[in-house]
Structures are given as C-alpha cells and as structure tokens.
C-alpha cells in the first residue's frame, strides 16, 4: 500500500467535527508555512551550526529544492524518504516535500544501513536525501529512482507554483522502533501535525512571547516532528539546531542563540545538569523533557539549576501526547499531566477495552486531533488501531481523582520474576534519587530458576548492597530491587535520544 493511497482510520466526519471546533488550520503544511513568510520574511527561522537563516532566506532555499524535485520527477504523492542531522538542511526537504505535494520519511542519522533499507524498501520511496558521507546499499526496489544529498538539490531559484494538498491527506511517515522487528511507519496528515501537534506546542507558548525552540532530539523524531511542522509553520517560531548534542556544546548553543524552550529527553538533561557551572541560560523559560519518564528528583534538579519552569512530556509516534501544563504545581511534573482535548482524548481500559475505575491501572490508548491516519503495515493496525480510530499504546497508565495521568511503564517492559510483575520505571524513578546516581536505567536478565532479574545499569559508583538499602528506605517491596548491577561511563543512546535498552539487555544478557 502506497502512503497517498493509504485510507484514514479515523472515520472523515471525526476529522470534519474537529475542524469544525477550530483544532484544525484545514491547511497545508508548505501553505502555512508561506504564510509564515509573508508575515515576517525578516525574522530568522533556523539558527544552526552554519549561522542564522531568515524565513525569506529559508524560503528560497525550499524553492529551489522544489524546483530541482520536479525537474527529477518528483511529484504529488511520492514518499522521499530523509537522513539528515538537525540543520537547514533537515527543514528545507522537508518544506520542499510538502511543496510538491509529496510525503517526507524522516528517519535519524545513525540508524544503520538494514534499517535504511526496510524503511525505503517497505514505503515505496521514489528518492533518498542523505547526509554528506553517508553510503547505504539500498537494494534496487524498482519504484527508487534517485539517492541525492543536500547539494543534489540546489535546483535554480526560480518561480515556483506549490501543489496544494487535502489537508487531512498524507504529509510525513514518522518512525517508531517500538518492539517490532523492524522500524514501524506511521502515517500523519497534515492536520494532524499542524493542528494536533501544533496544540501540543502552543500549551507551552506564553501569550505575546516569541518562541525560539532548542531541539536537542533529532528532528527526524517524533519529538523532533514538532520542529519543522510545528514551531516554523504553524507558530512562525526560531528553531535553534546543533548537528550533535554534546552537554558542553548545547550551553554554549543556549547562551549564543538564546531559546525559551528546550525538547529532549531526561538524560540528555541531567548531562546538562552537570555542566551548567557559569553558563548564562536566563533565556529558557521551559524545559520540556519526553521520549521517556521524567523523575521528580531530575525535575526539580533542572528548575534549580535553569531558574524556569519544567513540563513533562508524554508521547509516542503512534499517536498519544499528554503533557503537564506551565501553572501546574512542582509535585505533579513527575506525572503526566491532564489530556488536552485539542490534542488527544486519552483512556486507561482493560484488556475488551472497558474504561477502568479511577486509580486502577490499565492499557492507555488515545484518538484526537494528532491522531495518525494508519501504520503502513496492514498487520500493525489490525494489533494496534480499533476500527474506529483509537490507538492502543502498549503503555501502563492510571488516572487520578483530579484528571491526571500518571504513565507506570510498557507492557513490554514488565520483568517477571518468579511470578511476580515488577515496572522497571517504578524502580528507575526512586533510584535516581540516590545521590551516587547520575542516571539510570533497569531491564530484565535471564534467570534459570527465576525465569528474569532485574539489573540496574548506571552511572555512578554503588553496587547492589547500596541499592538495596537505599530502596528499603524509600519503602519498595524487597522482590522488586535490583539483584545486579552494571557500571557504565554513560547510558547508550538510540539515534532518536531516547536510552537504548537493546542495547543494554545485549551488555547484560
């Protein structure tokens, strides 16, 4: 199934009634995003590792790759698939994508070449944007027609008449590994980016304040999605970029390009956190961490050490996006705050999807103006999507007596060991808390007798017994402490920022 050819599992008159409510712009992301330009071409759109780029600036360089698309016969409907570090680059094949009428696949640097290649194989790619250096085998699929890079397509800067699109029709395939074999797709409208996504952001904007976004996560992410789409497009916003997050090299990037939020996961914060030292950050006025939990200790860490207010993000490429509010108290930030209507509807249900009592915990699923149109696999939406267009996040959640949403971790992530169930996040949340942590993560080991173990890989000098009396003091049950632990210099990361725990059940297996 091609994406432009791919059926909204959303039934069209949901999407009409959102629109009717004002969730939705019902414009194009390249239409939105002139307007953008015409109402301040002066304001500077990018500030990267290359300098300051203005929306007029930025606007010429859309069109030339526009134009350079069309003369390669690139056209309404074809998936370009990208990989490209945060940078002009990035956001201009994006923009030029949607200015043809086409479907952008971003995926981030680093993920390797098999990768690469189901990614294009499985989306029916016409043409590849990599980065400068990057060689990735593709095969030969009979529908690619052109492997290019940046430079490829510095077309001529010349009139240039944009394709208008549906906007509840395709605009970007998003990336999700999840626990899949290979990477699943998800396939956004640009509604649901523009209007969805862009609700999600505007929650964070303060009213009369410019926005000028620091993404420390690849905009190839679905964090990062809310880069180009959102903060250009849809706000008019700066969008200040790094090719590579270094702790040293992102508060040097603060001082000089000056943002009031800042997106990344919280491990990339608690690097930050131990080399803010003199740095000048008085610009950030949010922290907005996602991609995984956020603890109350790391938390308040970040609002000491930034002077400014700290939101918790939840969030996947599969469609759930629930996140705490600017005037919320400091003791809700570790949660995952209250759903936002504009956004998405969330759930907690049981297993026949029957909504659970207050306080009880169960499968979060969500449905709303974000919500993706399908995965491109037929098989994952027959496990993952109802008919009716919810999506079942494979996420453990409880709702409060006041609304909020506290995230207990994945199904997938469950240890079980002898029997009894133990949340990995539930562990994680009270040991970064130990003053010897720096940062965290725990998986399960094989174990003859006990069938898994819970191992806790750090970074900080402690070993099991510490561990032990720490959680016995903090009060969690004795079956749930690690029984192991594994000293690292740093956790790995995925090439969407997120902790790689692959990688880490491979070191610990």
């Not at 994406?3 to 009634?17: I, K, S, Y």
């Not at 790759?65 to 074809?78: I, K, P, S, Y």
């Not at 993404?215 to 497009?233: E, H, I, K, W």
């Not at 996006?321 to 809700?332: G, Q, S």
């Amino acid at each position: 199934m091609t994406a432009v050819a791919a059926r909204d599992l959303v039934p069209h008159e949901l999407r009409r009634t959102w629109a009717a409510r004002g969730h939705y712009p019902d414009r194009d992301l390249h239409d939105l995003f002139s307007v953008q330009v015409f109402l301040h071409p002066d304001r500077p759109a990018v500030v990267d590792d290359d300098g300051v780029l203005t929306y007029a600036d930025l606007n010429t360089l859309v069109r030339r790759m526009a134009v350079r698309l069309t003369r390669l016969g690139v056209g309404a409907g074809d998936v370009v698939a990208t990989q490209l570090p945060n940078g002009r680059h990035a956001c201009a094949v994006d923009l030029a994508v949607a200015a043809i009428g086409g479907v952008v696949l971003p995926f981030p640097v680093g993920r390797g070449e098999l990768e690469a290649r189901s990614l294009v194989g499985r989306s029916g790619a016409v043409a590849v944007v990599l980065d400068d250096g990057v060689h990735h085998d593709l095969g030969a699929p009979p529908w690619l027609r052109h492997v290019l890079t940046p430079a490829d397509l510095l077309g001529p800067d010349e009139p240039f008449t944009p394709v208008r699109s549906d906007p509840d029709g395709p605009a970007r395939i998003l990336v999700s590994s999840g626990s899949e074999a290979e990477p699943k797709m998800v396939l956004y409208s640009h509604n649901a980016l523009l209007g969805g996504r862009g609700a999600f952001v505007g929650r964070l904007m303060e009213p009369g304040r410019e926005l000028r976004a620091l993404f420390l996560v690849p905009l190839a992410s679905s964090f990062g999605s809310n880069g180009t789409t959102v903060t250009l497009a849809r706000h008019g916003g700066t969008l200040v970029l790094q090719r590579k997050f270094t702790p040293e090299g992102t508060l040097a990037l603060i001082e000089r390009a000056r943002p009031t939020h800042v997106f990344g996961v919280p491990t990339m914060f608690r690097m930050l956190l131990d080399h803010v030292g003199e740095h000048d950050t008085s610009s950030v006025r949010v922290l907005a961490p996602g991609g995984a939990q956020l603890d109350a200790v790391t938390a308040r860490r970040c609002r000491e050490a930034f002077s400014c207010t700290v939101v918790n993000v939840y969030g996947s490429a599969d469609g759930v996006n629930c996140h705490t509010a600017l005037d919320d108290p400091p003791e809700r930030v570790a949660g995952a705050g209250r759903p936002n209507p504009a956004v998405a509807e969330i759930l907690v249900v049981d297993e026949d999807f029957r909504p659970r009592p207050t306080g009880e915990v169960g499968e979060i699923v969500a449905r709303g103006p974000m919500s993706p149109m399908r995965y491109l696999d037929d098989d994952l939406n027959v496990r993952h999507r109802t008919p009716d267009g919810w999506v079942r996040t494979g996420d453990l959640g409880v709702f409060d007596a006041e609304g909020y949403l506290t995230v207990v971790g994945r199904r997938d992530d469950v240890v079980i060991r002898g029997g009894e169930n133990i949340s990995p996040a539930e562990v994680e949340r009270l040991l970064v808390g130990h003053p010897a942590i720096t940062d965290v993560a725990c998986v399960g080991v094989p174990d003859p007798l006990m069938g898994q173990r819970l191992c806790a890989c750090v970074v900080g000098e402690v070993d099991v017994a510490d561990l032990d009396a720490f959680l016995t003091a903090a009060g969690l049950a004795r079956y749930k402490h690690p029984e192991r632990v594994v000293r690292l210099a740093a956790l790995p990361l995925t090439p969407a920022g997120k902790v790689d725990r692959d990688t880490l059940r491979a070191l610990t297996g």
